[in-house]
Structures are given as structure tokens and as C-alpha cells.
């Protein structure tokens, strides 16, 4: 069983172009959350979804970002004119239910802004 | 609302020496509690679990932790650390009920030294 598939796990972007990262969460896992992680931050909450549907979107900014989750193919977050200030470690993470809160974490996407 | 407090960022120890990973929580609500480990360019992965029950939980790599409703604390701890226990250790809440978003703390920098 695969784990959490993160791509691309590196990438490079300059100042107003636009990244996106996917993840294929765990075959059988509907629930998938995004985070941001920052050195000296920890991991900040962006954004829950489960298929075709946003949960909760409360850790994302309003401007520049969005994330889908379809129903066939992987969860998309998607940040458009990218800001160095967006540089992180974007990582994602899918649940099979939301009885027990375990994640299982894909290995990251980082996104470096020029 | 919940809040995670990692209560040290950075905790260097010798080998074969014990530590303790400190960590509170804050909830209005019942709360399931994680430790997770992540080794450098590597995502999280779970190291134990308190839902119910046994307030002490056995984790993965001998680590153990133990639950403290009064102190809301969920402390994480291993007798004799090997150098491979070298990683950033994240404590996460997750409401037994309502809102499905697991809260991370900082993050507590383990580095073992030989």
C-alpha cells in the first residue's frame, strides 16, 4: 500500500509565477489536509478536504491560493504570483476517516521563490 | 480553540542518556493527542497515540508517553536515546468531537550527541 505521494518534491519558481503542488493521498483515504511549515514555526494548518469538497479553509490566505481535491486524480494547492515569503515546505497529509485524527504525511513538496 | 505548547525548541542530550519532550495542550473540548517524529527532508510519521484509556502509551523506538489531564500535559520521554533519535519531534491535539483539524505544536529539535 503506498504511501502519501507528494510532487513535485522540489520546486522553483520566480517572483509572480505560479506553483502548484499535488498529492495522491493513501489508496482508501478520502480526508486530505495541507500544511505549511516554516523553520522556527512548526507545521501551520492550511486547508481540509475531503473528495470534491472544501472542508475547512480557514489556514489559507484568501488571495493567491486555492486547493481542490476532485474526484478522480490527486488534491491540487495551487498558489498563483507567487511572493518569496511563499517559500516553505508545503506538506500534505490523509486520513481514512476523522474518527481518530492520525494523519499519514507525505514527504513534502519545497517551493523555492527567486 | 485549541493550542499546542512545545515548551522547548531545541533539547541536546548525549547517547544512552534519557530525555524528556516536553508538551501541553489546550482545548475546551476532549482532545486525542500525537507525538510524531520527522528526520530531515522527511515528512511526519506517527510515533503514538493517546485516544482513551491507559494514560501511559507505548510508542515506536521505545518511546513512551504519558497523559496528565489535570497538568494538560502529554510529555514524551525514552530511558536511552541513540544517535539515530536525531529529528524534530512534533506534539499534535485533534478534538474528539467537532471542527477535524489536528493542531501541531512548534516542534522540539532532538539532537543526540556521541
Known amino acids: 500500500n503506498a504511501g502519501v505521494m507528494q510532487n513535485p518534491r522540489h520546486l522553483v519558481r520566480r517572483r509572480g509565477q505560479e506553483a502548484r503542488l499535488r498529492c495522491s493521498p493513501m489508496k482508501g483515504h478520502s480526508h486530505v489536509y495541507w500544511y505549511r511549515q516554516l523553520p522556527e514555526e512548526g507545521l501551520k494548518f492550511m486547508v481540509y478536504l475531503q473528495k470534491e469538497n472544501i472542508i475547512d479553509e480557514s489556514g489559507m490566505p484568501k488571495e493567491r491560493f486555492s486547493a481542490e481535491f476532485p474526484k478522480e486524480g490527486p488534491s491540487i494547492l495551487r498558489i498563483q504570483q507567487v511572493v518569496r515569503g511563499d517559500s516553505a515546505a508545503y506538506f500534505c497529509?490523509?486520513?481514512?476517516?476523522?474518527?481518530?485524527?492520525?494523519?499519514?504525511f507525505g514527504e513534502g513538496s519545497r517551493l523555492t521563490v527567486l | 480553540a485549541q493550542s499546542v505548547t512545545q515548551l522547548d525548541s531545541q533539547v541536546p542530550v548525549f547517547e544512552e542518556a534519557p530525555v524528556e519532550l516536553r508538551c501541553n495542550y489546550s482545548s475546551s473540548v476532549s482532545v486525542y493527542l500525537f507525538w510524531y517524529v520527522q528526520y530531515p527532508n522527511q515528512g511526519l510519521q506517527l510515533l503514538l497515540k493517546y485516544l482513551s484509556g491507559s494514560t501511559l502509551v507505548k510508542g515506536i523506538n521505545g518511546f513512551e508517553a504519558e497523559f496528565n489531564k489535570s497538568q494538560t500535559s502529554f510529555h514524551l520521554r525514552k530511558p536511552s536515546v541513540h544517535i539515530s533519535d536525531t529529528a524534530e519531534y512534533f506534539c499534535a491535539s485533534y478534538p474528539s468531537g467537532g471542527s477535524y483539524i489536528p493542531t501541531f505544536g512548534r516542534g522540539t529539535s532532538l539532537i543526540v550527541h556521541p
Open positions: 497529509a490523509s486520513s481514512p476517516d476523522v474518527n481518530t485524527g492520525e494523519l499519514f
